[in-house]
């Protein structure tokens, strides 16, 4: 029920109205920038182990990607950011929490509806950008399915971070802070592409450990490297020196760790909300 609501409210306030307009204003500048960026390398051939055609389009995948997990985020954090202490502060969750609702049900709830919403909107305009490479340039990505899965376990945690933030800041606070995180995110994955061209051991910790604080940005490094892990010779260092290449995939227990995160984040806004003062 609350989750149902989550979307009612969306639909109510037009936020699928502004998303949808505009998700399709940037498809359309990302279809022409694509179908120009293919027609500029042309003239540079393409053969030995240097492939412009391939560099372009792995590229231009990275791009979409990172555009979809930044729209994504930029919904996320609009479905959540007030979803505790705003609507506290409107006196519209103490009716819910006392009866017939309890506060576990009420982030459940919350959290599926945000979730729901978010996994699909990604899933579709990642969908979307690998078409439309692909149409232009007549290539797939090394792999397609992988780096969507990502992607959707990426935005879940960042759902589950901006829900915990509203748990115990103001919606104002709460999504200064979730775009911040983001930010470091993105910095720990230019720290680790830094780190890996240049054999810099103490970069590359550093990137690690971010990482392993913000997990979402791991499973993003992971849909990126996924996207042109088959390529080889010059391509390869080319695209990984690149802001849209990733010259490390992450590990299964990577991956057991950011279920383990989503469940550490669960715990903690379980016990901060039922502390709470409403």
């Known amino acids: 029920m609350i ?23 940037f ?45 994504a985020t930029v919904l996320a954090v609009f479905l959540t950011l007030g979803a505790v202490r705003g609507d506290a502060e409107r006196g519209l969750l103490q009716p819910l929490v006392v009866r017939p609702l309890g506060r576990r ?50 935005v879940t945690i960042l759902v589950a971070m901006s829900l915990l933030g509203s748990v115990f800041l103001s919606a104002t606070a709460n999504g200064i802070a979730m775009f911040m995180l983001y930010g470091a995110g993105l910095v720990a994955g230019l720290l680790a592409a830094i780190g890996a061209a240049l054999n810099a051991h103490t970069v590359l910790a550093i990137a690690h450990d971010i990482t392993l604080v913000l997990p979402f940005e791991g499973l993003y490094q992971a849909a990126l490297h996924a ?28 991956d057991i760790w950011g279920a383990f995160y989503l469940a550490i984040l669960a715990a903690v806004a379980t016990v901060g909300f039922e502390r709470r003062d409403l």
């Open 3 to 25: 989750a149902r609501h989550v979307l009612q409210e969306s639909v109510r306030r037009r936020v699928f109205v502004v998303v949808l307009v505009l998700t399709l204003l």
């Open 27 to 71: 498809l359309g500048l990302f279809t022409l920038a694509t179908v120009e960026a293919f027609n500029a390398q042309a003239r540079f051939g393409d053969g030995g182990s240097f492939s412009p055609h391939a560099i372009t389009a792995v590229t231009l995948n990275g791009l979409g990607v990172f555009a979809s997990l930044f729209l």
């Open 105 to 154: 049900e009420f982030l459940l709830g919350r959290f599926v509806g945000a979730v729901a919403v978010c996994v699909v909107y990604i899933i579709v305009l990642y969908a979307l950008v690998v078409l439309i490479v692909h149409q232009a340039g007549g290539i797939w990505p090394d792999y397609v399915i992988g780096p969507g899965v990502a992607l959707a376990g990426a």
């Open 227 to 254: 996207l042109g892990s088959n390529q080889t010779g010059l391509t390869r260092v080319l695209v990984n020196l690149g802001p849209f290449g990733a010259s490390h995939p992450n590990s299964v227990a990577f």
